[in-house]
DNA sequence: GAGTGGTCTAGACCACACG
DNA sequence: GTGTGGTCTAGACCACTCA
């Protein structure tokens, strides 16, 4: 259908560097949106016309664009066409790790402080958070992390029985709780909150700081497909602590 | 080359809803990840499994598996397999949005005190994060915004006159220099801080808080493909602002 | 009806990992 | 060599939008 002729050199100007075929047709794109050859919200290629200019079948073609879609630079109407998407907001993966891994992949030492380790029962709020009746047993530990000898974060978490029984006997001044629970459950989602607040006395006291220091506080319950795993605020000093992010397409 | 019986009713028991193939393949898939029937790091079933299974083509299987890859749900690598994936962390994506869209979204009042909007010449440490010369101009708004009349955000922001030659003739009572940058430059990348500190005196007047009151303050940086577009310092009381967020696969 | 995207097929060749 | 994923092809049918 197509002439044999069109192999010979159709492709536009992108460096014709040794990738796949939908690769240099998304660079291709990518480049012509950071350039601003089409500014937000106008009409793009079509699929028949990468076709014929990159001399592909459209399947190749629909890849690249659907994966561009999928990373928000475009936007796909069916009957209507492609159009260069409208950036209307800053967004960005925001990862919350595993706080002894964070400390050693900064090449620095982390040290963890046990407060509190035991059985409790839980109060109303506690068990409709965690998902069991009131007056049942559930996990609590208070632990404060240290970073080269400084306090970085007091971490209260309660934790459902059901999702990790044997939460409590692990020894955590060598391991996490985190580390233990992505462990030994099969964590499916998560919620957090992120807000700036005073510490709580109990927790300046734990974290040597004074009672008055700005902290950033987080707030976090995950869950299993079924159940809800645990509930943990963890408490930083706000000089000593920030969350970074960077976004680009 | 497959026999024709298998079109009979090989489908697993997933509910055969009224969705594309590749779709129902990635739910049978995305179902049996969050039962743990294949625990992390266990191998799932392969490419050639699925087209048996379902009855379809190859590139069907393939296109629901690749899906489910840039999900984080599976890995995979050529030559050996595909496996359910490690979640190792939490991560959520991270949305700041035009305060304007925000307070108006929640249904309720916005209001701008716009005290500072002129130019300015750059010192070293500006000029540099910016991108000019040193003593060049820049554009610098000063504004507090108001949900319902109380202040929420205080907003510091230098603009670089070469991505927005227009900005500083905007009615910011009206509009918002974010959503003014948006409309006008095409932005390419972003970079943020979020942290837990005191405002400065200044802030704290202008927001009406006490100046030991913890504020959450969020530090962006946006650039064009070629330049930095400007630089803001959003200071929001830590009583009345948090940033949510939800994790699910 | 013409143009667009959404999806699928039944093959194909390749690179890679393993025994 | 066998099994795996990575990629591509040359068609096809459908649903949608707009004139």
């Excluded at 016309?49 to 936007?75: H, K, P, W, Y």
């Excluded at 607040?197 to 950033?216: F, K, N, V, Y």
């Excluded at 987080?218 to 976004?247: D, K, M, W």
Aim: proline share 6%; with cysteine.
């Amino acid at each position: 259908m197509m002439d044999p002729a069109k192999s010979a050199a159709p492709v536009p100007s992108v460096s014709d560097s040794p990738k796949a075929p939908f690769t240099r047709i998304k660079l291709f794109l990518k480049s012509g949106l950071a350039e601003g050859r089409w500014p937000p919200g106008i009409q793009m290629p079509s699929e028949a016309d990468l076709v014929a200019q990159f001399g592909v079948s459209r399947m190749t073609v629909n890849r690249a664009l659907r994966e561009l879609q999928s990373e928000g630079l475009i936007q796909r109407v069916q009957g209507l066409g492609t159009f260069a998407a409208q950036l209307d907001r800053v967004a960005s993966t925001l990862t919350i790790r595993d706080i002894h891994a964070e400390i050693e992949s900064r090449g620095h030492r982390h040290e963890a402080n046990v407060h509190v380790q035991r059985e409790e029962t839980a109060g109303t709020a506690l068990a409709a958070q965690l998902g069991v009746a009131v007056g049942a047993a559930v996990f609590h530990t208070l632990i404060v992390h240290y970073e080269n000898g400084v306090s970085l974060q007091c971490e209260d978490r309660y934790v459902n029985p059901e999702a990790s029984l044997a939460y409590l006997q692990h020894d955590f001044t060598r391991t996490t709780p985190t580390r233990v629970l992505f462990d030994s459950t099969s964590l499916w989602r998560a919620q957090y909150q992120i807000e700036s607040m005073c510490a709580t006395r109990e927790e300046s006291r734990l974290l040597g700081i004074a009672a008055t220091d700005p902290c950033l506080i987080i707030t976090r319950r995950t869950f299993t497909a079924v159940q809800p795993i645990t509930i943990a605020r963890l408490v930083h000093p706000g000089s000593r602590f920030n969350l970074q992010g960077e976004f680009t397409p």
